[in-house]
Nanobody, 120 residues
Framework: QVQLVESGGGLVQPGGSLRLSCAASGSIFSIYNMGWYRQAPGKQRDLVGI???????NYADSLKGRFTISRDNAENTVYLQMNNLKPEDTAVYYC??????????????WGQGTQVTVSS
């Protein structure tokens, strides 16, 4: 069984920074793309960005320059560094990973979500 566990959310003032982490564990054979989505209250879940297993990144246009995704393949962990946060960044942030499990089945796995609130 594969699990993704997120951490690092919380309350931050406008202009502040947060770093989210998401660690994959369990019966993992290989991890491909990893990424982050977010869902604000009353809105759909939107892509923040993705990172391939070779480190190529792609971001939502509106977040380029403020958000950075990185990963540690040895630790099966993906990170989201968020700078100059704005109230409109308030949302539940979810990590996602495309994983081939030990039984060779491949699919997308999601974390449980972590709340980020930007407010003074």
């Amino acid at each position: 069984q594969v699990q993704l566990v997120e951490s690092g959310g919380g309350l931050v003032q406008p202009g502040g920074s947060l770093r989210l982490s998401c660690a994959a564990s369990g019966s993992i054979f290989s991890i491909y793309n990893m990424g982050w989505y977010r869902q604000a209250p009353g809105k759909q879940r939107d892509l923040v960005g993705i990172i391939t297993n070779s480190g190529f990144t792609n971001y939502a246009d509106s977040l380029k320059g403020r958000f950075t995704i990185s990963r540690d393949n040895a630790e099966n962990t993906v990170y989201l560094q968020m700078n100059n946060l704005k109230p409109e960044d308030t949302a539940v942030y979810y990590c996602v990973a495309n994983i081939r499990s030990a039984d060779r089945l491949r699919g997308d796995y999601w974390g449980q979500g972590t709340q980020v609130t930007v407010s003074s």
